[in-house]
């Protein structure tokens, strides 16, 4: 196992997430808990030594599963990760409550890593609002030692993840990022990731594969990683990319069965960051991926200028890519949820004036009709 310094600690460069544990009759709720106690045995023995869980996942039983697991070991073996539910507005008074609850589910005495959970434009301005005392009580925990290490994760823009670090920057000791070699581009990891290493805060890494999507690539695309590395498996690559990233500490892997569990703790023995040319083929194949799914937007702006319903068409289509490329999910409608409605794709009347001036000549208002209609 590689292992990466953090201040005073020795973190494993492959951590353990909770979000995909092995279920009963495909019941997301129903964690196979015999499973998970096999997998976290054998993460164990490999050198695993971080473990990241939250309030949400398997509906609320990932936490307590994970907990259960652990519980068979002594508490200096492994590092506890989990998050207050942020994403979930309701949930913004009741921070006191839920950490204490939280505790309780994992069976510990204090939380190793604990992060805001999914900063992003649905909940920025609540995250900051200090009527919710959210900032002030995780500080608390933290110079009360039930919190060792405080951090975020997010989903959102760069613009939101820097409206955060501008209030709360000088506390936060690590970000997690959706960070894989899709997204650098396509959503812009690059540049977040250059604006967390402004602020020198190390990163951790979630959706390595994007929830599997790059487990598997069109056998054209894998001939080419092949040719290159021909003893690389497709998922390996992934995990290269980011070997390859400066800033990154620990990787986030969201493992469903023990086969997958192996296949990457096999990975994880060796360090082998790409060289340009591998990097510019596997950001090639990218590029591939993304341009056959979705539309051709440049945000030249050209097109706003002509729009009677003022829509921020070039922010519309963006998050219409995502949710075309990753066939539904949450960042579209939870990035939607920060704009009014009536700027919403469905306030288009389909006049086509942005159309008229589209360097692209993207069928804007058709490509709008459809992203209001797979949002229904």
Excluded at 90 to 118: A, P, R, T
Excluded at 144 to 155: D, E, M, P, Q, T
Excluded at 259 to 284: S, Y
Aim: include cysteine; proline fraction near 5%.
């Amino acid at each position: 196992m590689i292992y990466k310094q953090f201040q005073d600690l020795k973190l494993s460069a492959l951590g353990m997430g909770a979000m995909r544990l092995p279920v009963i009759d495909g019941d997301d709720a129903r964690i196979d808990q015999q499973a998970v106690d096999q997998m976290v045995a054998v993460a164990m023995e490999q050198g695993i030594n971080y473990y990241d869980t939250a309030w949400g996942y398997h509906s609320g039983n990932s936490e307590i599963a994970i907990g259960r697991a652990l519980s068979r070991y002594p508490r200096e073996r492994y590092y506890l990760a989990t998050k207050f539910p942020g994403y979930d507005l309701s949930n913004m008074d009741q921070v006191k409550s839920i950490f204490e609850k939280q505790l309780e589910k994992c069976g510990v005495d204090y939380f190793d890593f604990y992060l805001f959970h999914n900063v992003c434009e649905m909940n920025i301005d609540a995250y900051l609002d200090p009527k919710y005392g959210i900032f002030d009580y995780l500080t608390e925990q933290k110079r009360n030692g039930r919190i060792r290490h405080l951090g975020f994760s997010a989903h959102g823009s760069r613009e939101v993840i820097e409206r955060f670090l501008k209030a709360y920057g000088d506390a936060m000791e690590f970000c997690q990022l959706q960070m894989n070699y899709l997204d650098w581009s396509f959503q812009n990891v690059k540049g977040k990731a250059e604006l967390l290493a402004e602020h020198h805060i190390p990163l951790w890494v979630m959706e390595p594969l994007r929830g599997g999507r790059l487990a598997s690539l069109a056998e054209e695309d894998a001939a080419k990683l092949r040719a290159l590395r021909p003893e690389e498996t497709v998922p390996a690559w992934a995990f290269r990319f980011l070997q390859s990233i400066p800033g990154v500490t620990v990787t986030l892997s969201g493992m469903s069965n023990m086969q997958q569990l192996e296949e990457n703790l096999h990975t994880f023995e060796t360090e082998r960051p790409l060289n340009q040319q591998e990097m510019e083929t596997l950001l090639g194949i990218a590029d591939g991926m993304v341009q056959k799914a979705s539309v051709p937007c440049t945000a030249c702006r050209y097109c706003t200028s002509h729009c009677p319903q003022s829509l921020n068409i070039p922010m519309l289509l963006e998050l219409y890519n995502e949710h075309c490329f990753t066939g539904g999910g949450f960042i579209a409608p939870m990035a939607l949820m920060a704009v009014p409605e009536e700027k919403h794709p469905s306030a288009c009347i389909g006049c086509r004036s942005c159309e008229a001036v589209c360097p692209q000549q993207i069928k804007i208002s058709e490509a709008l009709a459809d992203f209001a209609q797979k949002l229904r």
